[in-house]
């Protein structure tokens, strides 16, 4: 299925996601105060995986810049809605524009939801610094903090947290790998099969 049709958001895409284009009006008796909805879905726990969730594939996306990452997001929530965990690894830790790998490893951490995680980046030196983090994690993951001067952050404090092996970098491009990536995550699908989708938008022509 092609879901980059000119036209975001169209029918096609949205009915492949399961966006609902038509909303019934809502309704209230003259009079009547309007009670409030309590939500009853269950909302996963801030800081990754545990017992007793759905397995999924989570969705990165780094980017030098905080302000695109945040656009990508909302573009992507929009077609998935809160079934796919996507986080944004952007900017430097001090908001400027850059990456940062304690960053990265954050995002990793919060969007791993037991089936791995899938990384996008936008520029070259973004893809060389989370290829560090990826092979940095893996390594203290299976080390011994405590003898270990050198591990840092979220591995180190609780290295076995750290998806070994299952965090794997995308070889596509950022909006539209991120855009197959996060839809084909949505149907429950395995991480070879997210990465290969966010993969395959690379040989997408938007021009005859």
């Not at 105060?33 to 996963?44: E, K, L």
């Not at 893809?127 to 560090?132: E, G, I, P, S």
Request: negative net charge; hydrophobic residues 45%.
């Amino acid at each position: 299925m092609n879901f980059f049709m000119p036209g975001s958001l169209d029918a096609t895409t949205s009915a492949a996601v399961g966006v609902s284009q038509h909303r019934p009006a809502r309704t209230e008796c003259q009079g009547t105060a309007r009670q409030p909805r309590r939500s009853t879905r269950r909302r996963p726990a801030v800081g990754g995986y545990h017992a007793g969730m759905t397995a999924i594939v989570g969705i990165v996306v780094v980017s030098h810049s905080q302000r695109l990452a945040d656009g990508l997001i909302d573009l992507l929530r929009e077609l998935v809605r809160d079934r796919v965990p996507i986080e944004a690894a952007a900017g430097t830790a001090d908001g400027g524009i850059g990456t940062s790998d304690r960053l990265i490893r954050a995002a990793v951490l919060r969007a791993d939801r037991g089936a791995g995680v899938a990384v996008l980046a936008d520029l070259g030196s973004a893809v060389l610094t989370v290829q560090t983090v990826l092979a940095d994690a893996d390594d203290q993951a299976g080390s011994d903090p405590a003898s270990d001067a050198t591990a840092s952050d979220a591995t180190a404090s609780d290295p076995a947290r750290w998806p070994v092996g299952q965090v794997v970098l995308a070889d596509a491009p950022l909006v539209e790998g991120a855009v197959a990536a996060a839809v084909t995550a949505g149907t429950g699908a395995d991480l070879p099969a997210v990465i290969a989708a966010a993969e395959a938008a690379g040989d997408f022509r938007k021009l005859p």
